[in-house]
């Protein structure tokens, strides 16, 4: 079946714009998160979300950042006033249940470059 | 609170030799730890997890590891390397907590 689709697959953004980044995840699956891959700082969470619960913004770096999932499906990452060291791939991932053993399956992400 | 600590960045080995990528963690709770593979632009691939159940765990591609709770270790390993296992690596735990932490990856090279 399909997997976690992103979308764009990259966007280059002038400094002080704000950015909309898409996530589909799998159909069915309940938990969706974001995570921001850095160059020489691996993968860190950003956003969870799980069913109509409130989601865990705790990984979010400031309130520039901010996230939404309609319908318990799509989700969007805003970056509001991009700054230089937002650049970054953002990677989406969904997984069928809110269950730590549960597999993570993980988009192809969104690479973002500020000018 | 949960990290994991990946020794050597870059590890080149010979295509048909072992593969050992180094993984240890910390964990205040019993933790699941994974391992996942990225290709160049793609996203990130379950190779296998670790869930409690045995403690040597085989994923896919030929990779296994082996949680040993005395070294706070969760090594990857394949017998054999072949070229089409040139990626990146990244080790990830959760216990107690809504998201994975990963390490800072290990970029394996196969030399021919």
């Known amino acids: 079946g399909a997997g976690v689709s992103q979308s764009p697959s990259n966007k280059v953004t002038e400094k002080g714009k704000d950015v909309e980044l898409r996530c589909d995840p799998i159909s069915g699956h309940t938990a969706l998160y974001w995570y921001r891959q850095s160059l020489g700082q691996g993968l860190e969470f950003l956003i969870y979300?799980?069913?109509?619960?409130?989601?865990?913004k705790s990984g979010l770096p400031s309130d520039r950042f901010s996230a939404e999932r309609t319908g318990g499906s799509v989700s969007t990452l805003t970056i509001q006033r991009t700054q230089q060291e937002d650049s970054a791939v953002y990677l989406c991932?969904?997984?069928?249940?809110?269950?730590?053993?549960?597999?993570?399956?993980f988009g192809p992400g969104t690479r973002l470059t500020v000018l | 609170a949960q990290s994991v600590t990946q020794l050597g960045s870059h590890v080149s080995v010979s295509e048909g030799a072992l593969v050992l990528l180094r993984c240890n963690y910390s964990?205040?709770?019993?933790?699941?730890l994974f391992w996942y593979v990225q290709y160049p632009n793609q996203g990130l691939q379950l190779l296998l997890k670790y869930t409690s159940a045995a403690t040597l765990v085989k994923g896919i591609n030929g990779f296994e590891a082996e949680f040993k709770k005395s070294e706070t270790s969760f090594h990857l390993t394949k017998p054999s390397a072949h070229m089409s296992d040139a990626a990146e690596y990244f080790c990830?735990?959760?216990?107690?907590?809504?998201?994975?932490?990963f390490g800072t990856g290990t970029r394996l090279t196969v030399i021919p």
């Open positions: 990830a735990v959760r216990g107690g907590e809504n998201n994975l932490f």
């Open positions: 964990s205040s709770v019993p933790p699941y």
């Open positions: 991932a969904s997984s069928l249940r809110f269950v730590e053993t549960d597999t993570q399956y």
């Open positions: 979300f799980q069913g109509n619960s409130a989601p865990d």
